[in-house]
Nanobody
Framework: QLQASGGGLVQAGGSLRLSCAAS????????MAWFRQAPGKQREFVAA????????FYGDSVKGRFTISRDNAKNTVYLQMNSLKPDDTAVYYC????????????????WGQGTLVTVSS
């Protein structure tokens, strides 16, 4: 089970850190990712981290601004979001999977409930 948290309202240019706490599964044994879905839009890939911890992937729209990381001791994956823009407004979901193409959502088999991020201009 995955529990996402950390969303909220922030002004453009600000920062937020999302957390995805895992229970019942060690995050260092799974490929982990963040996706987001804005109102009226399709789900979009944001960031992914291979289970080895050595491979990271980012969507073009967030490269250089967002960072995915993992704390094995806390069994939690994070998404640090800096220089936020109004276009980043969405519900953010964390996901876990074994056999994945990192940037594609279909390989991730476990999803968190989502946390809402709203960026005001």
């Amino acid at each position: 089970q995955l529990q996402a948290s950390g969303g909220g309202l922030v002004q453009a240019g600000g920062s937020l850190r999302l957390s995805c706490a895992a229970s019942g599964r060690p995050v260092n044994r799974y490929n982990m990712a963040w996706f987001r879905q804005a109102p009226g839009k399709q789900r979009e890939f944001v960031a992914a981290l291979r289970w080895t911890g050595s491979g990271t992937f980012y969507g073009d729209s967030v490269k250089g601004r967002f960072t995915i990381s993992r704390d094995n001791a806390k069994n939690t994956v994070y998404l640090q979001m800096n220089s936020l823009k109004p276009d980043d407004t969405a519900v953010y979901y964390c996901a876990a999977g074994v056999n994945v193409q990192p940037t594609a959502d279909y390989g991730y088999t476990t999803w968190g409930q989502g946390t809402l991020v709203t960026v005001s201009s």
